[in-house]
């Protein structure tokens, strides 16, 4: 990959040369990044519109809901054309008015696209009141047309669901004669109604215990976003190493308990930051426009100067990455729907409950242009008291202990990359719920080996990130909480590249890519357990910006369970066709159709939020 990185970057200058450009167009801004060189190979046919348009899809388990029919809206429809560099589509939200019910037990996003014709995979996010709700990347369509819908359950945010807000969406497109893909965009909400035994806030007469459920609802949400009105996504933009982006703040005096939820994803040099180069190695070997600072990187969330929290990001491959044939139609892990990361803020309430302004800051370590970050906090307030108190205890934030081994001659050699971090945070809060103490923890360990072989044409990228999460909340000797999440995102990838000295070049390249998460409880007993593994073989010859031809084959095996539910899907793909697809929903041995998913009416994760000393005894079930 390394010397195709020269390619890829004089291509990517002849790209901007080819566009029909806007001399005042800030480079970075054009959101043309490695990936968007490839493009569809069946593209020059003629498009036969009597085929149906393929289906795109990420593998990922349904959401449960409630039998009854949903109350839904239709939010926005629209055509994004040539939207590059304009302001986000508004569109305003008011709470359906038209609903029978007025309690909501799952809110429920969807997303549906249609394109047809030729474009880039774009970047882009949904803003609710300034509240990032979804980070998403579009699929790249086909001659024939694609046709794509991403589901998310949004009720942890109906706090805002429940008022007038506007929506924002920014979707960077380009169209002109040969980049013609216009994204056809429907934005829908589904709204469930309460139903007996299934979760929602007016089920429990507990609201401390439903504040500690991970599905709970926040009373307020702050957006920690830039602010409107912005020819550009609400996100901010961090640009490299030393680059800190902030926002101010204030809170409510009542607030009991603080999450701060972080959207990242990473784009241009930084796309494909796990497979970046050591810098000593581009100096030695005289490369140019080759994206280097090695391939750690870290998103560090500062609170008034001090790190409160840090994210080690699933490495998303975008739909136009590494091959675009990997992803067709079933596409990379996170790449529809990209994780947030939730960092317990409860302990610094301390320090944010005195009614004055306060500052986020967010920096990558090691950054290059560029990383797009934002945040929610979201807030549960007292209701019972108009003022809490808090303060806190302990903070301890260890500085990451990096090794680095580089050992190469020429373009041969290999890189041993090794970082492990900690972020430690004690605090109480007072309120009508009582002196509740919060201990949140951080855990983080990466190692990234990397080989270069052929005369530093083939790359060997092992990486595995490890990150543990642990919230125990206390109130004196009983447990109000309790919740210890493992997340591993192992990645392997090979790619070898052969320039065909006319213009043209061949990549193959080998990929896996995981993310596995395991939630337990304060016994140790498992509450989730996600493990989501893709494995990836292509082929693709390079021509100009085009892919001439080539070929990509993808397996993937996604098993999920929780108290509620049971999904595992195993799938395959090969050139556009799906070789074969194994779904089974139920929890025992036996296999069932999609519709039958095994809904247990209980809301268990907020019984199991109430896991008291006593409890804890009796084997720690409600
Ligand atoms: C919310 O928006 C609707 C429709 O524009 C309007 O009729 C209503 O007065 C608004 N409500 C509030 C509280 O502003
Ligand atoms: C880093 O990015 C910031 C924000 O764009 C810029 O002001 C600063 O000059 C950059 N620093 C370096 C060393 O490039
Ligand atoms: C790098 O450039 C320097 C100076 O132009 C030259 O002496 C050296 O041989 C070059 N090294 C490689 C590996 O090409
Ligand atoms: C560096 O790599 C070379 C070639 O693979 C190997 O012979 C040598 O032992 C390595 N040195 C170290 C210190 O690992
Ligand atoms: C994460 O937790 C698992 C299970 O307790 C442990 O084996 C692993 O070493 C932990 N990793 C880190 C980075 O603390
Ligand atoms: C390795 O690459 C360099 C620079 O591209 C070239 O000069 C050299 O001939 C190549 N060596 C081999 C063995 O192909
Ligand atoms: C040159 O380019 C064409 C594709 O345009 C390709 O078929 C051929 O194999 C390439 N390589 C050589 C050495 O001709
Ligand atoms: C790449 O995948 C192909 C096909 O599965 C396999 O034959 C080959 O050994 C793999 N190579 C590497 C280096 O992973
Ligand atoms: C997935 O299905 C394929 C084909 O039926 C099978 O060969 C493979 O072993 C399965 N993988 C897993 C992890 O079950
Ligand atoms: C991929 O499928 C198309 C038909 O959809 C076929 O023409 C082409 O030969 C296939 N490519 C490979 C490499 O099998």
């Known amino acids: 990959m390394a010397s195709s990185f020269l390619l890829l970057i004089s291509l990517l200058l002849l790209l901007l040369l080819l566009l029909p450009f806007h001399s005042n167009a800030n480079l970075h801004k054009t959101r043309l990044r490695r990936s968007d060189l490839f493009s569809e190979p069946d593209v020059t046919t003629t498009a036969d519109h009597s085929t149906p348009p393929t289906v795109f899809f990420e593998v990922s388990k349904p959401i449960v809901t409630p039998k009854s029919k949903p109350c839904s809206l239709l939010l926005l429809h629209h055509d994004f054309a040539f939207t590059y560099g304009k302001p986000p589509v508004l569109a305003d939200y008011t709470p359906p008015s038209h609903c029978s019910f007025t309690k909501f037990s799952k809110i429920v996003l969807e997303w549906k696209a249609t394109c047809r014709g030729r474009q880039f995979d774009r970047i882009f996010g949904v803003w609710l009141g300034g509240v990032e709700i979804l980070r998403s990347c579009t699929a790249e369509p ?23 807000q506007t929506l924002a969406v920014y979707l960077g497109n380009l169209v002109d004669k040969t980049y013609t893909g216009i994204y056809n965009v429907k934005i829908r909400i589904h709204f469930y109604p309460e139903e007996e035994g299934f979760g929602g806030n007016g089920v429990y007469s507990q609201k401390l215990g439903s504040a500690y459920d991970s599905d709970s609802r926040a009373d307020l949400i702050l957006p920690i976003s830039r602010n409107l009105p912005l020819n550009d996504g609400l996100w901010f933009e961090v640009q490299n190493s030393t680059d800190v982006e902030f926002k101010e703040f ?333 779904v089974k929903n139920t929890c025992g041995e036996k296999q069932n159709s999609p519709e039958s998913l095994r809904f247990r009416r209980w809301p268990i994760p907020a019984r199991r939020a109430f896991l008291d000393s006593n409890l804890f005894v009796n084997n720690g079930r409600v």
């Open 142 to 164: 086909r001659a024939t047309g694609i046709v794509w819908t991403v589901q998310k359950d949004i009720t942890r945010y109906s706090s805002l669901l429940s008022k007038n």
């Open 250 to 582: 204030e809170i409510p005096q009542n607030v009991y308990r603080a999450v701060l939820e972080v959207y990242v994803s990473f784009h241009e040099n930084d796309e494909f930051w796990y497979s970046n180069l050591p810098n000593d190695y581009i100096i030695a070997n005289n490369l140019t426009d080759t994206p280097g600072n090695g391939p750690f990187r870290e998103v560090l969330v500062d609170l008034d100067g001090e790190i409160v929290g840090a994210v080690w990001p699933f490495t998303v491959i975008y739909t136009g990455g590494v091959n675009p044939l990997l992803w067709r139609p079933i596409s990379g892990i996170g790449s529809f729907n990209l994780p947030s990361y939730d960092i317990e803020l409860t302990p610094f309430l301390g320090n944010l409950l005195d009614g004055k302004v306060h500052n986020f800051g967010f920096r990558v370590t090691h950054a290059l242009n560029v990383w797009f970050i934002n945040a929610n906090l979201h807030l549960w307030l007292d209701d019972n008291s108009v003022k809490t108190e808090a303060k806190l205890l302990n903070h301890i934030v260890s500085s990451p202990s990096m090794s680095q081994d580089l050992n190469f001659t020429g373009p041969d050699g290999t890189f041993l990359t090794k970082v492990t971090r900690s972020v430690s945070s004690t605090g109480w809060v007072k309120s009508s719920f009582g002196i509740i103490t919060t201990l949140s923890n951080q855990d983080l360990s990466y190692s990234n080996s990397m080989t270069m072989g052929n005369n530093g044409s083939s790359q060997t990228v092992n990486q595995e990130i490890q990150f543990n999460t642990s919230v125990y909340a206390k109130k004196e000797s009983s447990h109000v909480y309790s919740v210890k999440s493992l997340k591993t995102f192992p990645l392997y990838m090979y790619s070898n590249t052969k320039d065909e000295e006319n213009g043209s070049y061949q990549s193959i390249a080998n990929l896996t890519l995981g993310f596995n998460e395991k939630k337990t409880d304060g016994l140790g007993k498992v509450i989730s357990s996600l493990k989501n593994v893709q494995n990836g073989q292509g082929l693709i010859v390079v021509k100009g910006h085009l892919v001439t031809s080539g070929l990509g084959s993808t397996q993937q095996d996604y098993r999920y369970h929780d108290d509620v539910q049971c999904y595992s899907r195993n799938i395959s793909s090969s050139n556009y066709t799906i070789l074969h697809d194994n």
